[in-house]
């Protein structure tokens, strides 16, 4: 139950098969996504030991919003929040890619309880919310919303947005990527985001304490990675790894070697804890 709804929010997920003692891997996704945007490298995390979620942000996906709670950021950062108090219940290893960086800063900052590692790919953190799209009249905003959703623009996003893949790929990444929208209550939760003003952490950044791995695909032409550069200055406690011949998804363009960039980072840093134990 979440305090914004009187009812249960069913929502959607990719849930392990068996849960550990050690922190998990939570996956969350990037702007009007879902949890399939981890179906390349999920198997992969898996394989390496780790328990493992992939979840829909609130208003993305395909949870069950036949009656549509609020989506805008605070609504989505409580459901989140009370997804892990009934779930996950320990700290996470948070992992943001695009505007899913967004969501995992203003979470952290939040709950810095629930957050033992934050991992940011090709991360959008500093845009200004939505801009000027909070402001469009409701009948202008949904007609947007229409032509998000269509086949064409969401196939030059993905010509945009991809560095180096085939045109089989291509199109598969744009079919999966839409399934979501077909979902009854996708375009009202859009506009309802849109209209609300959307992220704007950057003023949220430097208070991350969280040792963050941040991943920048070297071809990314959605967001420079110059930020990626101003990000690692900003963070307190971070490393960067960039990941050559590469576009702004990374975990779906070079899913083995993302999942390689956080199991050694998860890793090293559980060594580190172990060697400081076995000196004292």
């Known amino acids: 139950m979440v305090r914004f709804s009187e009812n249960p929010i069913m929502s959607s997920c990719v849930k392990p098969l068996i849960q550990k003692r050690e922190a998990p891997i939570v ?20 394989d390496s030991g780790f328990e493992t979620w992939a979840i829909d942000i609130l208003g993305w996906g395909f949870s069950d919003l036949e009656k549509l709670p609020p989506c805008d950021v605070v609504s989505k950062r409580e459901h989140f929040y009370q997804f892990w108090k009934s779930y996950i219940k320990r700290p996470m290893i948070l992992v943001g890619p695009s505007l899913g ?54 196939l030059y996003a993905n010509y945009l947005t991809f560095y180096n893949v085939s045109f089989s790929t291509s199109i598969d990444c744009t079919n999966v990527g839409r399934l979501h929208c077909l979902m009854p209550w996708w375009d009202d939760a859009t506009v309802d985001f849109m209209t609300s003003g959307g992220y704007n952490v950057s003023s949220l950044i430097g208070k991350v304490k969280q040792k963050t791995l941040i991943i920048w695909g070297e071809n990314d032409s959605i967001i420079s990675n110059k930020l990626a550069v101003q990000l690692h200055c900003e963070l307190p406690d971070a490393m960067i790894r960039q990941i050559p011949d590469c576009g702004h998804i990374p975990h779906l363009e070079k899913p083995d070697s993302v999942v390689k960039l956080i199991v050694e980072f998860v890793n090293s840093e559980a060594k580190k804890l172990d060697k400081c134990v076995t000196q004292v």
């Open 27 to 46: 996956l969350l996704h990037g702007f009007d996504s879902s949890c399939m945007e981890w179906r390349y490298a999920y198997p992969l995390l898996e």
């Open 101 to 154: 960086s967004a969501v995992a800063v203003d979470f952290t900052v939040n709950y810095p309880e629930a957050v033992e590692k934050l991992v940011l790919i090709d991360a959008s953190v500093y845009a200004e919310g939505t801009g000027k799209l909070a402001t469009l009249p409701k009948a202008v905003a949904y007609a947007g919303v229409h032509l998000l959703k269509s086949l064409p623009l969401r």
